[in-house]
């Protein structure tokens, strides 16, 4: 089974619809992070949250919210799907004991928003 | 301005030949981290290394070595006798030690190994 888990994997909606893509990791990790990739713009940081209580906001935040139900999930909502905002979702966890711990990353989900 | 820059956005090379991908990275931070990540057709992104910025010794995975410069802001990938299964886009990435979560990614480099 895979350390970092995102359900849906691959998942096409309508614009206007409300969207929750969920992540779980048997890790034990503290830290989880959601981000997007887009061709030519490599992997950009959406949220991250450092433990349960924790929630901070990363580069591209906008029209998008997250929920930590527990250590092990780190859900991603998008309130209003738009098409812009198609791409590839990456839920990613670390060590909690410093930013030098390397990220380690789910399968990602295939997001079209039509 | 924190930034990753990866100049070679695709690169083509025939099974065997050595292949260098290049990572030029921009910082005013004394103390972080850089990585190396290969994504393979399969979409997932896997860990290939970290380095520290005050351990500037190269290193060597099989076929697999990193060059890191200091001098040159630089973090070079060098894969010496490619394979096919070398195929996959590989991102350089930044991260602070000012523990803001934030790992800066570059634009990432698709790499072809033809047979």
């Known amino acids: 089974d895979a350390d970092v888990t995102q359900t849906p994997r691959n998942r096409i909606t309508k614009t206007g619809k409300r969207i929750m893509l969920e992540c779980s990791q048997t890790?034990?990790?503290?830290?989880m992070y959601w981000y997007r990739q887009d061709p030519g713009l490599g992997l950009r940081l959406i949220y991250y949250?450092?433990?349960?209580?924790?929630?901070n906001k990363g580069e591209i935040s906008d029209g998008y919210s997250v929920s930590r139900q527990a250590q092990a999930k780190f859900s991603l909502s998008l309130e209003s799907a738009i098409p812009n905002q198609t791409a590839l979702y990456f839920c990613?966890?670390?060590?909690?004991?410093?930013?030098?711990?390397?990220?380690?990353f789910g399968d990602g989900t295939r997001l079209s928003i039509l | 301005a924190q930034k990753v820059t990866q100049a070679q956005t695709e690169i083509s090379v025939v099974e065997k030949e050595d292949v260098t991908l290049d990572c030029v990275y921009e910082?005013?931070?004394?103390?972080?981290?850089l990585f190396w990540y290969k994504q393979p057709p399969s979409g997932e992104l896997v860990f290939l290394i970290r380095?520290?910025?005050?351990?500037?010794q190269n290193e060597i995975s099989g076929r697999y070595s990193w060059n890191f410069q200091k001098s040159t802001s630089s973090f070079n990938f060098t894969i010496t006798a490619s394979q096919v299964v070398d195929s996959a886009v590989y991102f350089c990435?930044?991260?602070?030690?000012?523990?803001?979560?934030?790992?800066?990614f570059g634009q990432g480099t698709t790499l072809q190994v033809k047979p």
């Open positions: 380095r520290n910025s005050f351990d500037e």
């Open positions: 990435a930044l991260i602070f030690s000012s523990n803001t979560g934030k790992l800066i």
């Open positions: 990613a966890t670390s060590e909690g004991t410093g930013s030098h711990q390397p990220q380690h």
């Open positions: 890790k034990g990790h503290d830290r």
């Open positions: 949250s450092f433990d349960v209580k924790d929630i």
């Open positions: 910082t005013r931070d004394t103390t972080y981290y």
